[in-house]
Structure formats: structure tokens, C-alpha cells
């Protein structure tokens, strides 16, 4: 007999979203924040899927225009997917955009609805008391203890192969490590820090669920676009050439980006 296909298919997918954190309710100036932020540059964003984080103003702005929130960021190429931090008088108008409700713990479903926590289990009844016995004496403790056995070590994601102009490498919860070129149009995302050894030419964005003790490290560094937990810099105007295609490390110093040559000092 012929294999019977469904019509549709459900997996799980791991897809990543830009935290846009708003700490204004104001149109305005989210729009002038997301001008500096971009510099102009149309796709600087690449039609991204984006959740809003609302919990720093949810208490003060329950009415939020949801909908000219929404034409904003798509203005900039961010496509919103869902809400984080909602109070609960949002949540008609955001349901009503058709957005989801995220409450940070990867428990999103369709239609917004956050995955509910576990009913409490049901009190046992005590059983009857046991008649009382003499304890029995302590037994001497063992000498030696043995060692409780060590949580495993996070693997970094490595990649052997060039990475070409339109493909996204994400490490979730580790290190990325390329041995490749990464070309201009390639995009790399990790929860931890980015090591290159090889030309970095396209976009490198570390610390992505946001740690800002992440770096990127590259033996040759031309990226396109940098970013530290969230913190972006783009070079449009092309990298400082007194540190272009160098051993190069990027950090995050306060709310800056820095750019530190690993070239050996020359000898005197």
C-alpha cells in the first residue's frame, strides 16, 4: 500500500527572535531610538521575528497602542511575534493582533496562550502512627565520602565549512566556533561568545539570550554588523582600518561596544 501522508506536520522548531525591551510608550520616540539605532540602514534588521518586552512600562501604560507598535517595527523590518512582561489588561488588545503571550520560560502556544504550571498534587493522608520503638544505635560514618559526580561540560556547536551568504548558525547555550570563512551575507548567533579562525565577514551577534560577558574573537575581522547582547554596531563606513582583517576581539564595555587589536606587539 501506499504511505498515507498527512496534510500537515507539527515539530518542534527553534526559531530566533530579537528582544525589543521598550522602556517608553511613546511612538515617537521609540521611532527616533530605532533611527540612531539603525543609522538609517533599511535592512538592518532583515524582517527579524521580534518579541516586545513590555514589563518595564506595563504598570504605567495598560492602553498601549498595539497596532501602531506593531506597523513601527515592521517599518524597520522587525516582524512582532509575541509580548513578554503583559499585564493582564493587555491582553485582549494583544490577542487581538494576533500575537502570542511569552512568558519567558518557553511555554508559548498558538492563539497567545502561555502553557499553564503543573496542578499541585493532592495532599496524601497521613498513615497511622507506627507503635514507638527503641532507635537503633548510629553506625559509624564511612571514612571516606564519595564525590558527587560533576555536571557534564557544555559542548561549544563547532562548524567545519565555510558559511555562505544567507545562512544563520545559532548555538543555543554555548560557544560557536568556526574553522571557516564566514562570508559576507552569513549570519552567527550564540548564547555564548563567537570564535572565528578564519575571515569574519558577515554578522556575528553573541550573547544573544543576553550575557555580556560574551565576545567575539576572529583571526581576520571584517564583520558587516557586531553585536553583545543586544548592543549593535554596524560599519557602513567599513571596520577601523587600523584593526581591520587583524586578530580582533570585540567585547561589551559598559553599554559600548570595544574593539581590541590580539595582534603580538611588535618588537622593538
Known amino acids: 500500500m501506499p504511505k498515507t501522508t498527512l496534510p500537515i506536520e507539527i515539530k518542534i522548531s527553534t526559531v530566533v527572535a530579537i528582544s525589543t525591551i521598550l522602556h517608553s510608550a511613546d511612538p515617537e520616540a521609540i521611532d527616533s531610538a530605532l533611527e540612531q539605532m539603525t543609522g538609517g540602514v533599511s535592512d538592518f534588521f532583515e524582517d527579524e521575528f521580534a518579541v516586545i518586552d513590555v514589563a518595564a512600562i506595563a504598570p504605567e501604560a495598560p492602553g498601549l497602542d498595539w497596532a501602531a507598535l506593531v506597523s513601527l517595527l ?38 497567545g496562550h502561555a502553557a499553564p504550571p503543573p496542578a499541585p498534587a493532592a495532599p496524601e493522608s497521613a ?26 561540560a557544555v559542548v561549544p556547536m563547532i562548524i567545519d565549512t565555510p558559511v555562505r551568504a ?39 551577534l553573541a550573547g544573544a539570550s543576553g550575557n555580556p560577558d560574551a565576545r567575539i574573537f576572529a583571526l581576520s575581522m571584517q564583520p558587516e554588523l557586531v553585536s553583545i547582547a543586544g548592543v549593535y554596531r554596524t560599519f557602513d563606513e567599513g571596520f577601523p582600518s587600523d584593526l ?22 611588535p618588537r622593538a
Open 244 to 265: 581591520s582583517r587583524q586578530p580582533t576581539q570585540i567585547r561589551l564595555v559598559g553599554d559600548r561596544i570595544d574593539i581590541q587589536s590580539l595582534a603580538p606587539a
Open 74 to 111: 515592521k517599518k524597520y523590518r522587525l516582524n512582532a511575534v509575541a509580548v513578554r512582561g503583559a499585564s493582564p489588561p493587555m491582553v485582549e488588545a494583544i490577542r487581538a493582533q494576533g500575537l502570542a503571550l511569552d512568558d519567558g520560560s518557553s511555554g508559548v502556544r498558538a492563539g
Open 127 to 152: 498513615p497511622p502512627a507506627a507503635p514507638a520503638v527503641p532507635a537503633p544505635a548510629p553506625t559509624p560514618a564511612p571514612e571516606a565520602v564519595a564525590a558527587s559526580a560533576p555536571a557534564p
Open 166 to 204: 544567507g545562512q544563520r548558525i545559532y548555538a543555543r547555550g554555548t560557544d560557536l566556533i568556526v574553522t571557516a570563512v564566514v562570508n559576507n551575507g552569513a549570519e552567527l548567533i550564540a548564547d555564548g561568545s563567537i570564535h572565528v579562525y578564519a575571515p569574519l565577514n558577515g554578522r556575528a
